[in-house]
């Protein structure tokens, strides 16, 4: 399997840029005024707002979760890597040479 670990950084940084943008958008919704309506629609905009907003941060979570977990995965990859090599460049001193 090929991996390529500077790929997944940027790929994290992506997510995590999304994550900002929606919790930027997740404040926006909430502050939006819900006033100027009629009483028979004012609920229903108030309502409108509230689950957008709350439906809105949720992606912005799984946005910073999924790049939370990017960054995890390329280290580990970074972490084999490193002991494959260690392990490889011992193997010569560990067998007899003829």
Do not use: C, K, N
Not at 29 to 46: H, K, V, Y
Not at 51 to 72: F, I, K, N, Y
Not at 87 to 94: P, V
């Amino acid at each position: 399997m090929d991996v390529v670990p500077a790929a997944m950084g940027a790929t994290a940084r992506s997510w995590d840029e999304q994550h900002l943008d929606l919790e930027a958008a997740a404040d926006q919704i909430e502050e939006a005024p819900t006033t100027g309506f009629t009483s028979g629609l004012a609920g229903a905009a108030a309502r409108f707002a509230s689950t957008w907003q709350r439906h809105v941060a949720e992606l912005g979570e799984t946005a910073e979760t999924r790049a939370d977990g990017l960054r995890t995965s390329a280290a580990d990859y970074v972490r084999t890597d490193g002991l494959v090599a260690s392990d490889l460049a011992l193997d010569g001193y560990l067998r007899e040479v003829r």
